[in-house]
């Protein structure tokens, strides 16, 4: 399989946590490298059902290891509840799990000043998670943050904590907001470090160990390219580099050691939180949430939805290099009569072949659409390309050209055995 990053096309994509654990199959280090517990990965496995957040799903298969690398933020609190959560579930961490020392730490300061700033702003709220994943990243480029190796280090956290609580508490006073106790962030945040010490590791050194044995390393991506915070739909979008780039940073193995992309994309778009999403339909939105599904994993809202995007998807391949694509939830568009996928944009006169970086001009572009005959089918049982419809097939077909990348899963339904490699 050799090193392979993996990253969701789209603005954030279910089916990518099934896509990672599939691909985990014939990995042996799987690595989170960015994004926090704003992430929701669900596996189904033998009729159970997981949700990862910070953990990465390499986990849910044995002799894997799993690695929380140096570009994540990491809640402790929640991590611990995470991890103690999945063994309830019968998942073991015995020198299976490593923390980056040098990831950095999200406080519930982060957490407040998240949901104040998203209320302040009113209708123009991001829709973030409100898990302080901006605060935190903001600290880290501001150079004020806390990381993992303080936390383990009792005297110093203690110092750099009351400091940083003495200061949020000043800026939570100015909006309003109650201020933090020191005591019950630290006493919580002690526990959690104690929990966490013997899995901190300098997961740099670790990875480029594995990489000179020549294992394989698969680098599990949070969230979709158009969230990027660099080449997504600014502002509306979340802190840290979600594209491929950010495998390499959020890691610190080199670009010249990655040997594929694959891009994750549905057979439809789904985006949570605000901001355009050019081929928002209300009809498909309730035909999928009717199915129970497309609904978020971390925050339960539901997803708003639309056709699917060739046009994004096609700038989501460039930016990331991908080589293959992996498309979920065919079995989701199973009763559609006539599928229409966006081939281009217009505004007013003006049309694009590309994602305009004005937002404004994007907010107002409409689609332009080819349409695709529906196979009105169930494709839930295919357990191969030649089981699926002609329709589908072609429909397939046709999205990866557009896209310009080759299909190499198709996914009809959350079971691992409801994978095909066309
Ligand atoms: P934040 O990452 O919580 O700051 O949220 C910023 C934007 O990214 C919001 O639109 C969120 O809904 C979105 N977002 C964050 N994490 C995910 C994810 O894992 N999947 C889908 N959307 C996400």
Redesign the pocket.
């Known amino acids: 399989m050799a090193n392979t990053i993996l990253v969701g096309a789209q603005?954030?994509d279910k089916g990518k946590g099934k896509i990672i654990d599939v691909l985990t199959e014939e990995a042996d280090v799987v690595v989170r490298t960015q994004?926090g517990n704003?992430?929701?990965h669900t596996v189904h496995i033998e009729g159970k059902k997981y949700i990862l957040h910070l953990v990465p799903s390499g986990i849910l298969r044995p002799k894997k290891v799993c690695v929380i690398g140096n570009g994540v933020v990491v809640d402790p609190v929640s991590l611990v509840e995470e991890m103690q959560g999945l063994q309830k579930l019968g998942i073991k961490f015995n020198d299976n799990l490593f923390l980056s020392e040098t990831a950095h730490l999200v406080f519930p300061y982060h957490r407040e000043l998240d949901a104040q700033r998203e209320s302040l702003k009113g209708k123009n709220k991001?829709?973030?998670?409100k898990?302080g994943?901006?605060p935190a990243y903001g600290d880290k480029a501001a150079r004020t943050g806390l990381r993992v190796i303080d936390l383990i280090q009792a005297d110093r956290f203690r110092k750099q904590l009351e400091f940083k609580i003495r200061e949020n508490n000043e800026i939570l006073k100015a909006f309003g907001a109650k201020p933090l106790s020191f005591k019950e962030v630290h006493e919580s945040y002690r526990r959690a470090g104690d929990y966490l010490k013997p899995f901190v590791a300098n997961t740099v050194i670790l990875l480029h160990e594995a990489v000179r044995r020549g294992d394989d390393v698969l680098f599990e991506g949070?969230?979709g390219t158009f969230?990027d915070i660099d080449h997504g739909t600014y502002p509306?979008?979340?802190?840290s580099n979600t594209t491929a780039g950010g495998a390499c940073t959020g890691s610190g193995i080199p670009p010249h050691r990655m040997d594929r992309v694959v891009g994750v994309m549905k057979a439809y778009t789904t985006r949570?939180?605000?901001?355009p999403l050019p081929t928002e339909n209300d009809e498909i939105a309730d035909m999928l949430h009717a199915m129970g599904r497309e609904f978020?994993a971390?925050t339960g809202r539901p997803r708003r939805c639309g056709w699917f995007d060739s046009v994004a998807t096609r700038h989501a391949c460039m930016v990331n290099g991908i080589d293959e694509l992996a498309v979920t939830n065919l079995d989701g568009l199973d009763s559609v009569e006539t599928i229409k996928v966006c081939i281009g944009y217009r505004d007013a006169s003006k049309k694009y072949d590309y994602v305009p970086n004005d937002l404004e001009a994007f907010s107002r572009c409409k689609p332009v659409y080819a349409e695709f005959p529906g196979w009105r089918t169930p494709t839930d049982r295919a357990r191969q390309w030649k089981d699926l419809p002609a329709k589908a097939r072609a429909y397939l077909k046709a999205i990866a050209e557009l896209t310009g990348a080759k299909l190499s899963i198709a996914s009809v339904g959350p079971g691992r055995e409801q994978t095909i490699f066309p």
């Open positions: 603005w954030g994004g704003n992430a929701g991001i829709g973030t998670t898990r994943i901006g949070a969230q969230l509306f979008v979340t802190s949570v939180g605000e901001g978020g971390t």
